[in-house]
């Protein structure tokens, strides 16, 4: 079963960067894709980036240019690079792992951005 664990969150003005970190640990060696959702209060969750075991990238429409998805594979470790920060942005971001038909999730890890 694969765990993860966010971090890397906090609270930045508009324009600002973070770079969130997802670590990811036990029967990883399967692992399809992993993506980056976000969940706004009142809002349903959203796919924000993924990337596949092949190294194929997606992003959503609302972060495209902006944000960016890449992995250092020796570490287990996916990372999500977030520059030009909206208001908009503020939500609570999921590292999710796909694993042979099976989705994990983190806990999550708070992004609030300031106008």
């Known amino acids: 079963q694969v765990q993860l664990v966010e971090s890397g969150g906090g609270l930045v003005q508009a324009g600002g960067s973070l770079r969130l970190s997802c670590v990811a640990s036990?029967?990883?060696?399967?692992?399809?894709?992993m993506s980056w959702f976000r969940q706004a209060p009142g809002k349903q969750r959203e796919l924000v980036a993924l990337?596949?075991?092949?190294?194929?990238?997606d992003y959503g429409n609302s972060v495209k240019g902006r944000f960016t998805i890449n992995r250092d594979i020796a570490k287990n470790t996916v990372y999500l690079q977030m520059n030009s920060l909206k208001p908009e942005d503020t939500a609570v971001y999921y590292c999710?792992?796909?694993?042979?038909?099976?989705?994990?999730w983190g806990r999550g890890t708070q992004v609030t951005v300031s106008s």
């Open positions: 036990g029967g990883i060696f399967s692992i399809d894709q």
């Open positions: 999710a792992a796909s694993q042979r038909g099976s989705l994990y």
């Open positions: 990337i596949t075991g092949i190294g194929t990238i």
